[in-house]
Every structure is written in structure tokens, then in C-alpha cells.
């Protein structure tokens, strides 16, 4: 694990081992204070943040280190200077990097130049941190629970693509449903269809948000309309019809199942508010647990833990 790019490229057993260090590092914070001392994060930013950002530079300087934040102004990757450029000088300062890009080919290229652990805080097809973090929570709030469905309604996004490549990777099961034309990418099914082929997970689609969450542990939405998309919103929210997660939907899944959401939320489109306060939400759970998976992260790949 020299980098953090795609979920496709971690193996079941590191998979593994991130949630085993996201928990010992949860239950015992303070026994990794000063693990990373004297190493430097860099957090190149081409997109808005709050989870990703505050997350990484909170657990960064937890464990002894520091970070510098670039900004979309700061750097402009590939428009002040060229992306291969950019990597090999920040290589000779910094000890790794988040990117938080528009392009998951970006990420690729300034991963090849860098030579240092490179972590891919979001792109158009990808976040690795967040799938991480979610199957996590969902391994912490459901001890034991063997095979628990999980169910995906909404777009097929950077999300929802991370989330089949974890399902398959862990040989898990998980339903998703997304409206014609916003079906998750193809390369992505069909890599996540041919590791799924080898562990036994079940993956399947839906058009229908109430055949697909019937009898789920877990249904998990995103917002419909994702940064940078603004100006589709109203063709979206037409496409999106009925995909809404409230409580006439919740009544198919299982009566205890787990309400889940990566924020930020559209209350109102995506999800209803008393869905989000419902007993059954684990959404700032989920939120909170990026902090400790993203120090487990950082630990792994510097080698410290």
C-alpha cells in the first residue's frame, strides 16, 4: 500500500487491517500521539471541503504532524504549471499528499511523479476515504451481523462507485438503485463484477429505490445533485423522482436498518430531515469516524503504526 488512489487497488486483507487500526486508534487516541512527528501533509484542494479537509489536518497534527493547505488558487494543477511539474517539487518538501481533484486522472499522474504516498481525498469517480470510513461505521454499529444488506439509492456516483468495489472486495452484498442514465460507471461494474465473481459479494441494480432496499441493514444515499453539476440541477431533480429517502421508503428495509449519508445533505431532495434525525441515522457517526479512519490511513501508509 505505497498510495490511496482507488479502493480497486487495496487488497481484502488491507482493507482489513485499515479497520483494525481505525479501531485501536478510536479506542486509544492518545497512544498514537507523536507516531507521525516531524512528517508534513500537503492538501491540495481543487474542490470545497469540510469532512475531508478538517479530518485529515485535525488527525494529522494528532499524531505529531503538520499539514499546508493549497487551494484551488494556490496551485491551479495543470493551469499555472503542469501536473508532473508540480509533483516532483512537492516531493522535495512534503511527506505526502491529499488531492481532492476534479479528475481521477489527475490524481493517477501526480501519483506516478511524486514517489510518496499519495491519498485520493475525491475525484469525478473516486472516494476511497469515505467508503473506508462508511464500511467501517458499518462494521461498528452491526457487530457480528453476518452478511448485512446494504442499499444504495441516489446517483451513481464517486461514492456509490468506491462503495462496489468495497462490497466486492469484502465479498459483502449490496443493492443499489439509481434512475436510468445515472447508473454507476461500467468500468467500475464490470471490475467490481469480476472481483465479486472470485470473494462471492452480491451486487445487484435496480430501478426500483422499494424492490431494492426490501429487507436492508443499511440504506445510504448522497445528494443528487454533486458539486460542480449545477447547472443540470433541474433535469436532475426530475430524473431523480421518487428516489427520496423517507419513511415510506425505510418501511421496506428492516425495522432497526442503519440510515446513512456522507454529507452534505439536501434535506428535502435526497433525504428528509426526520430521516437524518431518526433514531436509526448514523450519519454524524459516520462523520465522525472519518477522523479516526483517516489517522489509520495515515499511519499505514507512513508506515508508523
Given at each position: 500500500?505505497?498510495?490511496?488512489?482507488?479502493?480497486?487497488?487495496?487488497?481484502?486483507?488491507?482493507?482489513?487491517?485499515?479497520?483494525?487500526?481505525?479501531?485501536?486508534?478510536?479506542?486509544?487516541?492518545?497512544?498514537?500521539?507523536?507516531?507521525?512527528?516531524?512528517?508534513?501533509?500537503?492538501?491540495?484542494?481543487?474542490?470545497?471541503?469540510?469532512?475531508?479537509?478538517?479530518?485529515?489536518?485535525?488527525?494529522?497534527?494528532?499524531?505529531?504532524?503538520?499539514?499546508?493547505?493549497?487551494?484551488?488558487?494556490?496551485?491551479?494543477?495543470?493551469?499555472?504549471?503542469?501536473?508532473?511539474?508540480?509533483?516532483?517539487?512537492?516531493?522535495?518538501?512534503?511527506?505526502?499528499?491529499?488531492?481532492?481533484?476534479?479528475?481521477?486522472?489527475?490524481?493517477?499522474?501526480?501519483?506516478?511523479?511524486?514517489?510518496?504516498?499519495?491519498?485520493?481525498?475525491?475525484?469525478?469517480?473516486?472516494?476511497?476515504?469515505?467508503?473506508?470510513?462508511?464500511?467501517?461505521?458499518?462494521?461498528?454499529?452491526?457487530?457480528?451481523?453476518?452478511?448485512?444488506?446494504?442499499?444504495?439509492?441516489?446517483?451513481?456516483?464517486?461514492?456509490?462507485?468506491?462503495?462496489?468495489?468495497?462490497?466486492?472486495?469484502?465479498?459483502?452484498?449490496?443493492?443499489?438503485?439509481?434512475?436510468?442514465?445515472?447508473?454507476?460507471?461500467?468500468?467500475?461494474?464490470?471490475?467490481?463484477?469480476?472481483?465479486?465473481?472470485?470473494?462471492?459479494?452480491?451486487?445487484?441494480?435496480?430501478?426500483?429505490?422499494?424492490?431494492?432496499?426490501?429487507?436492508?441493514?443499511?440504506?445510504?444515499?448522497?445528494?443528487?445533485?454533486?458539486?460542480?453539476?449545477?447547472?443540470?440541477?433541474?433535469?436532475?431533480?426530475?430524473?431523480?423522482?421518487?428516489?427520496?429517502?423517507?419513511?415510506?421508503?425505510?418501511?421496506?428495509?428492516?425495522?432497526?436498518?442503519?440510515?446513512?449519508?456522507?454529507?452534505?445533505?439536501?434535506?428535502?431532495?435526497?433525504?428528509?430531515?426526520?430521516?437524518?434525525?431518526?433514531?436509526?441515522?448514523?450519519?454524524?457517526d459516520q462523520a465522525e469516524n472519518r477522523l479516526h479512519m483517516q489517522k489509520a490511513?495515515?499511519?499505514?501508509?507512513?508506515?508508523?503504526?
Open positions: 500500500m505505497k498510495h490511496l488512489i482507488s479502493i480497486f487497488d487495496l487488497s481484502k486483507d488491507e482493507i482489513l487491517e485499515l479497520f483494525e487500526l481505525a479501531g485501536k486508534v478510536k479506542a486509544s487516541a492518545p497512544q498514537y500521539q507523536g507516531a507521525l512527528k516531524g512528517k508534513t501533509l500537503g492538501l491540495i484542494f481543487e474542490k470545497p471541503s469540510t469532512r475531508t479537509w478538517v479530518s485529515f489536518e485535525s488527525g494529522i497534527y494528532s499524531l505529531g504532524g503538520n499539514s499546508i493547505y493549497l487551494g484551488p488558487h494556490d496551485i491551479a494543477l495543470g493551469v499555472r504549471e503542469e501536473v508532473r511539474d508540480v509533483a516532483r517539487v512537492l516531493a522535495r518538501y512534503l511527506d505526502g499528499v491529499i488531492l481532492r481533484t476534479h479528475k481521477q486522472s489527475t490524481i493517477i499522474e501526480f501519483g506516478k511523479h511524486f514517489k510518496r504516498p499519495v491519498i485520493n481525498g475525491l475525484s469525478d469517480t473516486a472516494h476511497p476515504c469515505q467508503s473506508l470510513s462508511d464500511f467501517f461505521t458499518i462494521r461498528e454499529k452491526l457487530p457480528g451481523k453476518k452478511d448485512p444488506l446494504i442499499c444504495f439509492v441516489g446517483d451513481g456516483n464517486n461514492v456509490l462507485n468506491s462503495h462496489l468495489l468495497m462490497a466486492a472486495k469484502l465479498g459483502a452484498r449490496i443493492n443499489y438503485a439509481t434512475p436510468k442514465k445515472h447508473e454507476p460507471v461500467r468500468a467500475v461494474l464490470r471490475e467490481a463484477g469480476e472481483i465479486a465473481g472470485q470473494t462471492g459479494a452480491k451486487i445487484e441494480g435496480f430501478s426500483d429505490p422499494q424492490k431494492a432496499v426490501r429487507d436492508a441493514d443499511v440504506v445510504y444515499t448522497d445528494v443528487w445533485v454533486s458539486m460542480g453539476q449545477e447547472k443540470v440541477r433541474g433535469q436532475k431533480l426530475k430524473a431523480f423522482k421518487g428516489m427520496q429517502v423517507n419513511a415510506g421508503l425505510m418501511k421496506n428495509a428492516k425495522k432497526d436498518a442503519l440510515i446513512m449519508h456522507c454529507l452534505p445533505a439536501h434535506r428535502g431532495e435526497e433525504i428528509t430531515d426526520d430521516m437524518i434525525e431518526s433514531k436509526n441515522s448514523v450519519v454524524f490511513i495515515l499511519l499505514k501508509l507512513f508506515k508508523k503504526n
